[in-house]
């Protein structure tokens, strides 16, 4: 069965960078894009962008363009995230899902990151 | 970027009542390949969301059949017949034709 593993929740400082980590199993890795979604506390959902696992693609939104840096290590079916600068607005779950043909079908647990001094 | 309006942003409803959500995009969702990328998620208390229906109103594998999704171009329509306790939570709808990917606020339903 399908699953993406997400790290666990990371307590960072602001200005630090923080990389979190989505293991797929379950299926072919390079088959499926991976992508990122955040959802600020009680709020709705955002789109940060995707990555080929195959090829190692990238195409982010342009809101998080200089905050967020994708990509995959084939061999350990791992995606990866790394978000930079770290303020409070970046305190949120993030979550990594799996695209198939213009949806969204597999999402990981997701991970909390709070940002704080 | 594609604005997608749900509405409304909190629902009441007895177990057993029907009830439609609304989803309005502020462009055509239908792509150049014919498809309509319009999908509808619902996230529980707690946890990650799932995929109910993609591109408009096909059911996601082990999604019970009392969902179901209708529209086009830019109105489209979540019903649930005859809500069940399990179908508590947010429910947002998500357009993947224009990137960036974005979705609605989110729809609450809750029992009355």
Known sequence: QVNLLQSGAALVKPGASVKLSCKASGYTFTDYYIH?????????????????????????????????????????????????????????TYYCTRNNIGTTDYWGQGVMVAVSS | DVVVTQTPPTL????????????????????????????????RPGQSPQL??????????????????????????LKISGVEAEDLGVYYCM??????????????????
């Open chain 2, 12 to 43: 009441s409803a007895t177990i057993g009542q029907s009830v439609s959500i609304s989803c309005r995009s502020s462009q055509s969702l239908l792509d150049s390949d014919g498809d309509t990328y319009l999908n509808w998620l619902l996230q």
């Open chain 1, 36 to 92: 990122w979604v955040k959802q600020s506390h009680g709020k709705s959902l955002e789109w940060i962008g995707y990555i080929n696992p195959n090829s190692g693609y990238t195409n982010c939104n342009e809101k998080f363009k200089s905050k967020a840096t994708l990509t995959v290590d084939k061999s350990t079916n791992t995606a990866y995230m790394e978000l930079s600068r770290l303020t409070s607005e970046d305190s949120a």
């Open chain 2, 95 to 112: 357009q993947a034709t224009h990137a960036p990917l974005t979705f609605g606020a989110g729809t609450k339903l809750e029992l009355k």
């Open chain 2, 52 to 77: 109910l229906i993609y591109s408009v109103s096909n059911l996601e594998s082990g999604v019970p059949n009392r969902f179901s999704g209708s529209g086009s171009e830019t109105d489209f329509t």
